[in-house]
Nanobody, 124 residues
Framework: QVQLVESGGGLVQAGGSLRLSCAAS????????MGWFRQAPGKETEFVAR????????NYADSVKGRFTISRDDAKNTVYLQMNSLNPEDTAVYYC?????????????????WGQGTQVTVSS
């Protein structure tokens, strides 16, 4: 099993920045890709960003491209999501996810482990 703990959420004004962290523990050697998803009130969970731990390749949802950056610190078993130029539409609970598949992409079903989520609220 892999345990994921997110942190860094909070309340920020539009145009501001936040950095989310996802600390992984347990059988982390079994994970090959990490992703961030989010769920806004009354909406479906949507893909935000992902990173392949083997190849370093990153992908982003169109809605966050150019504003969000996913990165990793292997020594700390931690993945980050730097979020800049936030707007109220980014308000959601953000979830970290881990996959055994090195090429895991945008689908929730591709990820095996999930964190508990961290709330991000952007005020206008």
């Amino acid at each position: 099993q892999v345990q994921l703990v997110e942190s860094g959420g909070g309340l920020v004004q539009a145009g501001g920045s936040l950095r989310l962290s996802c600390a992984a523990s347990g059988r982390t050697f079994s994970t090959n890709a990490m992703g961030w998803f989010r769920q806004a009130p009354g909406k479906e969970t949507e893909f935000v960003a992902r990173i392949s731990l083997l190849y370093g390749k990153t992908n982003y949802a169109d809605s966050v491209k150019g504003r969000f950056t996913i990165s990793r610190d292997d020594a700390k078993n931690t993945v980050y999501l730097q979020m800049n130029s936030l707007n109220p539409e980014d308000t959601a609970v953000y979830y970290c996810a881990a996959s055994r598949q090195p090429l895991a992409g945008f689908g929730r079903h591709e990820y095996d482990f999930w964190g508990q989520g961290t709330q991000v609220t952007v005020s206008s």
